[in-house]
């Protein structure tokens, strides 16, 4: 289960309920341009976002409602590769491991292991998805490595 952590007042609307802490951003820190034709309100009339953020696990780490959103429920594979995606990035998980040991290609050519995936983060994923699935801890560390070494592949397969 996740934690979370009221850090401002939030206006909520009744259907979407969020168990998520609250950062209200000024206008002006926006990332969106409001010259856009998309998005064609004055700045006197726009209204500053909430972002939401929930925190997941016993070390709290943060991910956005949006991205929380996203996630596919329907199976604990899917649900982890698309949490480790979102949590550590595509570029983290294309040059770090599970573990941090070298492999047997490694080994072989008297290389260096890639680094160690943060075990914080590691242990608040493995928390969101035994709570959620009847599975153990060891099932979800073999679909982090799959996702890392799946990342891996692809990047190899582009710098072809």
Not at 54 to 77: E, H
Not at 100 to 119: D, I, Q, T
Not at 147 to 153: E, G, I, L, T, V
Request: net charge positive; glycine share 4%.
């Amino acid at each position: 289960k996740f934690k979370t952590k009221p850090l401002a007042k939030m206006n909520r609307s009744p259907q979407k309920e969020h168990r998520a802490v609250t950062i209200s951003k000024s206008p002006n820190s926006r990332k969106t341009n409001l010259n856009t034709e998309k998005n064609r309100r004055s700045k006197e009339n726009a209204k500053p976002h909430s972002h939401y953020l929930v925190a997941i696990g016993p070390n709290n780490t943060l991910l956005s409602d949006l991205n929380f959103n996203k996630l596919d429920w329907s199976c604990y594979k899917v649900s982890t590769a698309l949490l480790c995606e979102m949590i550590f990035g595509k570029k983290v998980l294309e040059t770090h491991t599970l573990r941090g040991r070298p492999g047997p290609y490694e080994v072989s050519k008297n290389l260096e292991g890639k680094p160690r995936l943060a075990p914080e983060k590691l242990d608040d994923i493995v928390s969101l998805i035994t709570d959620k699935f009847p599975v153990d801890r060891k099932k979800v560390e073999l679909e982090v490595i799959r996702a890392c070494r799946n990342a891996a592949s692809a990047l190899r397969r582009k710098l072809r």
